[in-house]
């Protein structure tokens, strides 16, 4: 076995292994994670907006 065979191997464990994470990713168990994952920026303005609420019903 010399570097060229090693670099194959190398190549083709790479490719299986990105096959794996992007059918991980698509996979219709992950959705609902995932659209959780992507909302979480929103989740400090809408406590945040709670927050001004209460304070206003306060003054």
């Known amino acids: 076995m010399d570097i060229n065979d090693l670099r194959g191997l190398s190549t083709l464990f790479m490719m299986i292994a990105f096959i794996g994470v992007v059918g991980w990713a698509w996979s219709k168990k992950r959705k609902k994670t995932f659209d959780e994952a992507a909302n979480l920026p929103f989740a400090d303005?809408?406590?945040?907006?709670?927050?001004?609420?209460?304070?206003?019903?306060?003054?």
């Open 45 to 59: 303005e809408e406590l945040n907006q709670r927050t001004k609420e209460e304070e206003g019903r306060n003054d």
